[in-house]
């Protein structure tokens, strides 16, 4: 069984680090720096966790599975958008299963507000990433095993 | 798992939320912050926040529980905290947010390790000082 999550997540200062790992291991990152006033408090979370037992565990391959499914992640991800837009509960984090994912291919959208942020916030994360897409994955630099 | 970190402000919260139904037990505890680690996507913590953590329990009782609570999540820092990590310690510690508030020295070493790291921290603390 292989894993791969895509995730995004938003600091305080307004630092945003979005990321992929391979079976927990970061291989893929991008940090958007924030203000001046440095403050790595997280203030919200996406992750996007797919795992399948024909995932590819190669960086790359990997990059191009996340590629090759973007219609499929695109639209879940509005789908949990719409859901917290419509103002359902966001006390926890939640989770929701993209279905359709694949024989054997678990794909599940996970975000949490860490502050008291509203749904409609998250909501906006959310929209952006399935917006950004593909735009998002091929900006992703690669780790090298030290940086990891 | 992804590059967040707990620190103590969330973890205690999180203790004290264990279901008041369920009987409190070091595997029932245990299985508690499972739960808290697959939600966040992280089981991040570093040295500071699990002595704060140990520190914080009143009975041998509740030592085995926090234990049990605890075992799940991965110290980052393995115990070695290198002296650029107090340097920058200090240096968020002599920061002052405008409203004031004294700075903590577990929270300043959490998020000096942190950026070391390039970690987010996943705290209730909103005193903290930018800089």
């Excluded at chain 1, 979370?45 to 399948?52: A, M, P, T």
């Excluded at chain 1, 991800?77 to 984090?93: Q, W, Y």
């Excluded at chain 1, 994912?101 to 906006?124: F, N, P, Q």
């Excluded at chain 2, 070391?116 to 005193?127: A, F, H, M, P, Q």
């Amino acid at each position: 069984m292989t894993t791969i999550s895509f995730y995004r997540q938003m600091r305080v200062d307004g630092g945003k680090r979005t990321g992929v790992e391979i079976d927990g291991e970061t291989v893929l990152e991008r940090f958007e720096s924030g203000s001046e006033s440095e403050d790595s408090a997280l203030l919200w979370f996406v992750d996007i966790r797919c795992s399948g037992a024909d995932l590819p565990s190669e960086t790359e391959a990997a990059r191009k599975w996340l590629l090759d499914h973007a219609s499929l992640i695109e639209a879940g991800v509005r789908h949990v958008a719409n859901e917290l837009g419509a103002g359902i509960d966001f006390s926890t984090p939640i989770s929701r299963k993209i279905p359709n994912a694949g024989k054997g291919v678990t794909v599940e959208i996970c975000c949490s507000a860490i502050r008291r942020l509203h749904a409609r916030d998250i909501a906006k994360a959310l929209d952006e990433i399935g917006s950004h897409w593909k735009e998002f994955l091929k900006q992703l630099e690669v780790l090298e095993p030290l940086a990891r | 798992m992804a590059k967040r970190i707990f620190d103590t402000s969330y973890l205690i919260r999180h203790w004290r939320t264990f279901p008041k139904k369920t009987e409190r037990t070091p595997e029932n505890f245990r299985s508690w912050s499972e739960r808290l680690i697959a939600q966040h996507g992280s089981r991040r913590i570093v040295t500071p926040v699990y002595i704060e953590m140990v520190a914080g329990v009143t009975s041998s009782d509740e030592l085995k529980l926090a234990h049990a609570y605890l075992d799940p999540f991965e110290i980052v820092d393995e115990g070695k905290i290198p002296k650029g990590d107090w340097d920058e310690a200090k240096c968020m510690a002599q920061r002052v947010a405008p409203k004031g508030g004294k700075r903590q020295l577990g929270d300043c070493l959490v998020r000096a390790v942190a950026k070391r790291l390039n970690c987010e921290v996943l705290t209730l603390d909103t005193g903290f000082p930018g800089r």
